[in-house]
C-alpha cells in the first residue's frame, strides 16, 4: 500500500467494520496471508462485487465477488516510526 502504508507501520483495525461501504482502506485475507488493500463496493452487481485497488501502481486492480473476500476490518488509524 505504499505510499499510504509502508512496511512496518502500526495499524488500528476497526474489526467491527467488515463492510466496504464507504470505500476504505481495509485488512483483508487473500488467501496467502494478511494484506492492506483499498476496497470498494462495485455498484449495481449481481452478485454484490468488490473493487481491490493498491496505491502501488505496481498491482493492477481487480474485482471479487463480495463471497470471495475475507474482509477482517477496516484500518482507522495508522502510525509511523520517524
Not at 8 to 15: E, F, H, K, N, Q
Not at 30 to 46: F, I, T, W, Y
Amino acid at each position: 500500500m505504499a505510499p499510504t502504508l509502508l512496511d512496518g507501520d502500526t495499524v488500528l483495525v476497526d474489526m467491527t467494520r467488515r463492510a466496504p461501504n464507504p470505500p476504505g482502506i481495509f485488512v483483508l485475507d487473500d488467501g496467502m496471508g494478511l494484506v492492506a488493500k483499498r476496497l470498494e463496493h462495485v455498484p449495481n452487481s449481481d452478485p454484490p462485487a468488490v473493487r481491490v485497488i493498491s496505491d502501488n501502481s505496481f498491482y493492477s486492480p481487480y474485482e471479487r465477488s463480495a463471497e470471495e473476500i475475507h474482509i477482517i476490518g477496516r484500518i482507522r488509524w495508522f502510525a509511523r516510526e520517524i
